[in-house]
């Protein structure tokens, strides 16, 4: 027996992932493996889905969104009323929420709300701190209540956090003790008719520090309520962390495929964060970003793989575009206007079957 099957808290952590369904994507098991021997057969598409010549989009009608987060300096200048239609020109549905005023002044929730409405665009998510040092911090740790209210009276499904569960370090028992903050913010979501979801960068599938044969990104997985906590898997930095950790510290091999995590438990990943990347071998990470549809992403095969292995299925997910340096005038001279139009203009575009 190895030692790392003989070590009693990676025993309980194997024991969780198999209850929950997780068993062999940390070790790099293929879709194929962990769904049956066999890929499941494509549904047919639907009229609404496809047209006269086979067609169809990459993302489904009523699912296409975007992290306000990517036009950040736009909101600031114009306002949310302007963005927003811009938004409705480029054919987005709905918006995530990096913050309620993001420098634009003082502005109701219940105002903020009409925009959305006057633009034909839902509020699906927003991020919020996990935690804060100050107590009067706008964060699920420091104002609970307040953020999951906020939350509901916008009417917005989901509320979560954009940041890493390394509050208490990069330990296996650490991030067990995030994982408790977790389950108890998506109680209070709950509560209030919402879920609560962690969005991940490159860093979560990295290994602990105290036990390096153990995936972080496992533990949280293995540690928190399903039925609680949710993922927004953000595809370009789960890509990122593929790069930065297939092999353990020790150098044997560890591979993963981040679609393989979305397959073997669709209804935990309601959101994704939708962002491209050119292969760039000077980049720790792997990549640089770049508009969706300008990388090496193949968003037609992770898109359509998920939607063709759970069609039918009780899953709604929602495909939410980014761009974290869209404002960056070195990185991204076009403007952060011009990415969000272009990568809706790719992702409603229509492909092939």
């Known amino acids: 027996m190895s030692s790392r099957s003989a070590d009693p808290q990676y025993a309980e952590l194997h024991r969780r992932l198999r209850r929950r369904g997780f068993l062999g994507v940390a070790a790099g098991a293929t879709a194929a493996t962990l769904l049956g021997a066999r890929p499941a057969a494509a549904a047919p598409q639907s009229a609404e889905a496809t047209d006269h010549r086979g067609c169809r989009p990459i993302v489904p009608r009523g699912k296409l969104g975007i992290q306000l987060y990517t036009l950040r300096d736009q909101v600031q200048q114009l306002g949310f009323g302007p963005v927003f239609r811009e938004l409705e020109r480029y054919g987005y549905d709905s918006v995530e929420f990096a913050g309620y005023t993001q420098g634009t002044g003082d502005l109701t929730l219940r105002q903020l709300k009409h925009l959305m409405r006057e633009h034909g665009l839902r509020g699906i998510g927003s991020h919020v701190g996990y935690y804060s040092a100050d107590p009067a911090a706008y964060t699920f740790a420091t104002q609970l209540e307040k953020v999951v209210d906020d939350a509901a009276a916008l009417g917005l499904p989901h509320v979560g956090t954009a940041a890493s569960p390394d509050r208490y370090g990069r330990t296996v028992d650490g991030w ?96 994704f964060h939708v962002k491209d990347g050119e292969h760039d071998e000077a980049s720790p990470d792997g990549y640089h970003m770049v508009d969706v549809g300008d990388g090496d992403i193949d968003y037609e095969h992770f898109i359509g793989t998920v939607l063709r292995r759970h069609r039918g299925r009780r899953t709604d997910h929602h495909w939410l575009m980014e761009r974290d340096d869209a404002v960056d005038p070195d990185a991204n001279p076009a403007g952060s206007f011009s990415s969000a139009r272009r990568s809706a203009a790719y992702l409603r575009g229509r492909r092939h079957r």
């Open 176 to 271: 067990k003790r995030a994982a408790e903050d977790f389950n108890t913010y998506g109680a209070a979501a709950r509560a209030r008719g919402l879920t609560f979801y962690q969005h991940n960068h490159q860093m979560e599938f990295g290994f602990a520090e105290d036990k390096p044969h153990v995936r972080l990104y496992d533990v949280l997985l293995a540690e928190t309520d399903p039925e609680l906590v949710h993922l927004e898997m953000d595809i370009y930095w789960a890509y990122a962390g593929q790069h930065r950790f297939s092999v353990r510290p020790d150098g044997t091999p560890a591979p993963f495929d981040p679609l393989d995590y979305v397959l073997a438990a669709p209804h935990r990943y309601p959101l």
